[in-house]
């Protein structure tokens, strides 16, 4: 069975472009989580999606983030405009079950923001 | 509010020696905790997972965990480390009436020297 897959693994891009990440949950997974790494900090909740629907988006750190989620599968997190403190790993994970099972991840995306 | 503290962003053990990182939690309900390790270059891998049965949890690799709740703390132990034990490992909490967000400590670099 295919895990958690995301990409790209790296974007390095500059400030006030536009970067778009994405990731593919296990198959049949109803429950998609981002989280994000900032260096030197700890990794933080971002959002959920059950299926398509956002279920908490309350760790977004503002508006120019925008995820979707078409059809209940992969999901797109989409960051217009990057600033430099946005550089960081993005995580997604997803899980079964409601409530929701173990979380399994995927490698991350590397995003450098010049 | 839930919140979990990593005693020591890097540990450095040799080869065959005791393994102990160290987490502590704060949850105003009874919490599931987690460790996570992100070996180089990959996503972060579920190591083993406390949910209210057993207080003492055996997961990959030969690592264990103890929950133990008058001290709010689920350290993590290996009796001997091997080279390969070299990663970031992750201690998180979720509240188990919610939809499973985790909350993370800042992570310990576990280094071992031969």
């Known amino acids: 069975e295919a895990g958690v897959t995301q990409f790209p693994s790296h974007s390095v891009i500059e400030k006030g472009q536009t970067v778009t990440l994405r990731c593919d949950p296990i198959s049949g997974h109803d429950n998609l989580y981002w989280y994000r790494r900032v260096m030197g900090k700890e990794i933080k909740f971002l959002l959920h999606f059950v299926k398509e629907s956002k279920q908490d988006e309350s760790g977004m750190p503002n508006n120019r983030f925008l995820a979707e989620r078409t059809g209940g599968t992969y999901s797109t997190l989409k960051v217009q405009p990057a600033e430099l403190e946005d550089s960081g790993v993005y995580f997604c994970?997803?899980?079964?079950?409601?409530?929701?099972?173990?979380?399994?991840f995927g490698p991350g995306t590397r995003l450098l923001v010049l | 509010a839930q919140s979990v503290t990593q005693l020591g962003s890097h540990v450095s053990v040799s080869e065959g020696a005791l393994v102990l990182l160290r987490c502590n939690y704060s949850?105003?309900?009874?919490?599931?905790l987690f460790w996570y390790v992100q070996y180089p270059n990959q996503g972060l891998q579920l190591l083993l997972k406390?949910?209210?049965?057993?207080?003492l949890v055996k997961g990959i690799n030969g690592f264990e965990a103890e929950f133990k709740k008058s001290e709010t703390s689920f350290h993590l132990t290996k009796p001997s480390a091997h080279m390969s034990d070299a990663a970031e490992y992750f201690c998180?909490?979720?509240?188990?009436?919610?939809?499973?967000?985790?909350?993370f400590g800042k992570g310990t670099m576990l280094l071992v020297s031969p």
């Open positions: 998180a909490v979720s509240d188990p009436s919610g939809y499973s967000t985790l909350t």
């Open positions: 949850s105003s309900v009874p919490p599931y």
């Open positions: 994970a997803s899980s079964s079950g409601q409530p929701p099972g173990t979380q399994y």
């Open positions: 406390y949910t209210s049965a057993a207080t």
